[in-house]
């Protein structure tokens, strides 16, 4: 898990501050957006480059990866979070929030 981790981290560090979740839940409240994160992006028409990929799927992946050491598995949960965190600053930016 710590490779998993720091890149995670490192994605996180390079967007910015913004990336939690008190900035999501709250923006999107004030702006009448309600749901997950994947509702409020087909909302604002923000696309998603991994299809197919939700959180139930995330969690057989990382399973996959641990019990059977699948690298393919493990590359693909990162890019599903990495593109969780870069959609959070595009949600940012279309919400206008500094």
Same mark, same amino acid.
């Given at each position: 898990?710590?490779?998993?981790?720091?890149?995670?981290?490192?994605?996180?560090?390079? $967007?910015?501050?913004?990336?939690?979740?008190?900035?999501?839940? @709250?923006? $999107? @409240?004030?702006?009448?957006?309600?749901?997950?994160?994947?509702?409020?992006?087909?909302?604002?028409?923000?696309?998603?480059?991994?299809?197919?990929?939700?959180?139930?799927?995330?969690?057989?992946?990382? @399973?996959?990866?641990?019990?059977?050491?699948?690298?393919?598995?493990?590359?693909?949960?990162?890019?599903?979070?990495?593109?969780?965190?870069?959609?959070?600053?595009?949600?940012?930016?279309?919400?206008?929030?500094?």
């Amino acid at each position: 898990m710590g490779f998993a981790f720091s890149k995670a981290r490192s994605i996180s560090k390079r $967007c910015g501050r913004f990336t939690g979740v008190r900035f999501g839940v @709250w923006s $999107c @409240w004030r702006n009448d957006l309600k749901g997950g994160l994947k509702v409020v992006e087909r909302k604002l028409g923000i696309e998603r480059q991994l299809k197919g990929v939700d959180g139930y799927v995330a969690v057989q992946l990382w @399973w996959d990866y641990v019990n059977n050491g699948n690298l393919d598995s493990l590359q693909t949960l990162l890019a599903y979070n990495a593109e969780d965190v870069v959609n959070l600053r595009v949600l940012r930016k279309k919400l206008g929030v500094r």
